[in-house]
């Protein structure tokens, strides 16, 4: 099943390509060589505690490999899933780390660089709001002037005591900053949202949904939370076996966001993608197919519509 056939269930990131670009767009994920403060000892030395050693880009090519290679490399990672590679559109995917945090002089370059390719319609940047301030802004501006420009927030929660729990590094008004100054750019801002972390009721994560949505914001990213091997969250959940959420636990859980998510705001994930070489929990999301089928089904059985409960 497709996102396409549920446009009438929620707004897909499919759909909203389609509209932008005239077609499906693939990612090509690439690494920028960032760091994070959440590492580098700015903000914290451990990173988040759920963070795995790629810092959540596990998917990107090496940081020392030629811009180029890591560009080929990328697409050949795609051509099993390509019909054939004639007039395919691809988005340049920044995830590692925190991709404004850096030279800005290099990574300005970089950034042009892989928006000059012919066939890159779009640049995806993920980052943190503590790594956004006026020279961050002033680049955006000049990269969005070229070619769309994303910028997806790590988030997860806005609940302070769960960010502390994680090591988040930064409190909820950094997040607001950040949205106030990147609010004349144009550029499109994804925050991300992690569920099921210990501690939060669902009351609590529909209560972050709200108010990101009540932001300036053009997309959402929800994802359970996945206990990845050699983070310090494995540790934590070895010594305390926190409750897991099961896949009609999440079902349920994400009709009730779809539901107070306006219909203008695209959902650019349901479910996340934990490396199956290291995903230690939740292993019903290691078959992403199945996990689609099934939240799919969910809002159809159950008719679940974005923003149905909104007034």
């Keep these: 099943m497709s996102d396409l056939q549920f446009e009438k269930h929620y707004y897909s990131l499919n759909e909203y390509m389609y509209k932008q670009f005239g077609g499906k767009?693939?990612?090509?994920a690439l690494n920028s060589s960032c760091t994070c403060p959440n590492r580098d000892g700015k903000a914290?030395?451990?990173g988040c505690i759920f963070c795995s050693n790629g810092g959540s880009g596990d998917f990107a090519p090496p940081a020392n490999w030629d811009f180029d290679k890591q560009i080929n490399w990328a697409k050949e990672n795609l051509?099993?899933?390509?019909?054939n590679n004639k007039d395919v559109k691809y988005m340049a995917y920044f995830q590692s780390f925190s991709n404004t945090y850096g030279d800005l002089d290099f990574l300005e370059k970089l950034y042009k660089k892989a928006l000059s390719y012919d066939d890159i319609v779009a640049i995806s940047i993920a980052t943190r709001p503590d790594c956004i301030d006026k020279k961050v802004?002033?680049?955006l501006k000049r990269l969005n002037e070229i070619k769309p420009v994303w910028l997806e927030m790590g988030l997860q929660t806005i609940h302070e005591k769960s960010a502390e729990f994680i090591r988040r590094g930064y409190s909820l008004d950094v997040y607001d900053n950040a949205l106030g100054m990147l609010a004349d750019t144009n550029v499109e801002i994804i925050t991300h949202l992690i569920l099921g972390l210990p501690g939060e009721d669902k009351e609590m994560m529909l209560q972050s949904v709200k108010y990101?949505?009540?932001q300036a914001i053009s997309g959402i990213k929800l994802h359970m939370l996945h206990v990845l091997k050699d983070t310090d969250l494995a540790k934590y959940y070895h010594e305390?076996?926190?409750k897991i959420i099961s896949l009609e636990e999440y079902c349920s859980l994400l009709g009730d966001a779809l539901s107070i998510i306006?219909?203008?705001?695209?959902?650019h994930r349901l479910t996340g993608d934990g490396p199956k070489k290291l995903l230690i929990e939740p292993l019903w999301s290691a078959d992403k197919k199945n996990v689609l089928n099934t939240i799919h089904k969910y809002f159809k059985d159950n008719n679940i519509?974005?923003?149905?409960?909104i007034n």
């Design 44 to 46: 914290g030395t451990g």
């Design 137 to 139: 802004v002033e680049m």
């Design 212 to 214: 990101v949505c009540k």
């Design 240 to 242: 305390n076996r926190f």
């Design 79 to 83: 051509s099993s899933k390509l019909k």
């Design 25 to 28: 767009v693939y990612k090509l």
């Design 262 to 267: 306006p219909k203008d705001i695209v959902i």
């Design 305 to 309: 519509y974005q923003g149905s409960l």
